[in-house]
């Protein structure tokens, strides 16, 4: 009984194993890091978005201040906006005025008419800060009546 002998492996016999290897290996690193710029992407388009919701909701605190200190007469050192709806529903929104000259003193006069001029701040902020659901936006605005 002869014993059949087996071919004795080339030197190249385990290149194959280590080349599927290496592909495998490349290919995770770059799902990896696929995923990692679509995830940074949407995060920067959630916070573009959010950032132009808070921009409009300030927008809509100056407009607030404006009519409050014009028609009305009123400039509080700080006031909360109404709850908002539409686009800026979730913003809260603060707006400071502050009047020139202080109320009682005489106002200034101008070409013959009396003028008060108000200096409006507008808060807009929604989310925790530091978080990816963050967004606060400020504009000021002067504005000046009898």
Known sequence: MTRARLPRPSRAAGFALMSALFVVVVLAGLAAAITTLATTQQVGAVRDVLGSRAYFAARAGIDWGAYQALQAGACAPSAT????????????????????????????????QD???YRLTSTASTGTPGATDFAERQLTAVVNGP
Do not use: S
């Not at 906006?81 to 106002?107: D, E, I, K, M, N």
């Open 81 to 112: 906006l109404p709850a908002l709806g539409g686009a800026a529903a979730g913003f809260g929104v603060v707006v400071a005025c502050t009047r020139f000259p202080a109320a009682g003193a005489p106002p200034v006069r101008e070409a013959g």
């Open 115 to 117: 003028v008060v001029v």
